[in-house]
T-cell receptor, first 114, second 113 residues
Framework: AQKVTQAQTEISVVEKEDVTLDCVYETRDTTYYLFWYKQPPSGELVFLIRRNSFDEQNEISGRYSWNFQKSTSSFNFTITASQVVDSAVYFCALRAPDTGKLIFGQGTTLQVKP | KAGVTQTPRYLIKTRGQQVTLSCSPISGHRSVSWYQQTPGQGLQFLFEYFSETQRNKGNFPGRFSGRQFSNSRSEMNVSTLELGDSALYLC????????????FGNGTRLTVT
C-alpha cells in the first residue's frame, strides 16, 4: 500500500529562520514521483517541487531546497530565510506512474511570524 | 495559459439533494482528477478521467460519480447529499505523463445543511 506521513502537524518560526518540513513515504513501486504542494488560505494547491524515484540529486531553487533519500524513504523540504508569505499548509504527495492519483500526507501547517 | 477553473466556488445544499460541480482543465491537459478535502480525512482521491474514460477510482460510495467530455472538461456529481459530504472539492489536470505535476483549481466549497 502507498502511504505518505508528515509527522509535523504545525511548525511556527520567526521570519528569516530556515525551516525543514519532513515527509516519509511508503510504496512498493520501483518508479514513482514525489511532490510538494503549498495550500494558502485561498484553498488552491500550488505545485512547488517534484522528484522522481530514479533521480536522487538534491537541488536548490531560490529559497526552496529538497533532500530526497531513497534509503530512508524520505523527501524533506527546506525553506531558507522564511517569510510571512510562506505561511500556509504544505503537503507532500506520492504518485505512481501513469496515474493522476496523488497520495497526500496530512499536511504541515507552517506559521511564519514577523 | 489559463489555469484550472472550477465552478461554482461555493455551494450550500440540503441533505438529500444532489449537486454537480464543474471543472475546466488547462488547455491541452487530458487528465482530470478530483479530490475531497476535509479537516478529518485530509485530501482524498475521488477519481480520475482520461479521454472521457474513468481510469482510477478512490474509495468513495457510488453516490459520487463523474464524467469527462470530449473537450476534457469534467463534472462531478454527488447524489443524496449527507452532512459528511461537506468539504472542499478540488479538481486537478495534467498531461498524464508520470513526471508532470497536477495543477489544481481553487476548489468548490460545498456545505450540506
Amino acid at each position: 500500500a502507498q502511504k505518505v506521513t508528515q509527522a509535523q502537524t504545525e511548525i511556527s518560526v520567526v521570519e528569516k529562520e530556515d525551516v525543514t518540513l519532513d515527509c516519509v513515504y511508503e510504496t512498493r513501486d520501483t518508479t514513482y514521483y514525489l511532490f510538494w504542494y503549498k495550500q494558502p488560505p485561498s484553498g488552491e494547491l500550488v505545485f512547488l517541487i517534484r522528484r522522481n524515484s530514479f533521480d536522487e540529486q538534491n537541488e536548490i531553487s531560490g529559497r526552496y531546497s529538497w533532500n530526497f533519500q531513497k534509503s530512508t524513504s524520505s523527501f524533506n523540504f527546506t525553506i531558507t530565510a522564511s517569510q510571512v508569505v510562506d505561511s500556509a499548509v504544505y503537503f507532500c504527495a506520492l504518485r505512481a506512474p501513469d496515474t493522476g492519483k496523488l497520495i497526500f500526507g496530512q499536511g504541515t501547517t507552517l506559521q511564519v511570524k514577523p | 495559459k489559463a489555469g484550472v477553473t472550477q465552478t461554482p466556488r461555493y455551494l450550500i445544499k440540503t441533505r438529500g439533494q444532489q449537486v454537480t460541480l464543474s471543472c475546466s482543465p488547462i488547455s491541452g491537459h487530458r487528465s482530470v482528477s478530483w479530490y475531497q478535502q476535509t479537516p478529518g480525512q485530509g485530501l482524498q482521491f475521488l477519481f480520475e478521467y482520461f479521454s472521457e474514460t474513468q481510469r482510477n477510482k478512490g474509495n468513495f460510495p457510488g453516490r459520487f460519480s463523474g464524467r469527462q467530455f470530449s473537450n476534457s472538461r469534467s463534472e462531478m456529481n454527488v447524489s443524496t447529499l449527507e452532512l459528511g459530504d461537506s468539504a472542499l472539492y478540488l479538481c486537478a489536470s495534467s498531461p498524464r505523463d508520470g513526471n508532470s505535476p497536477l495543477h489544481f483549481g481553487n476548489g468548490t466549497r460545498l456545505t450540506v445543511t
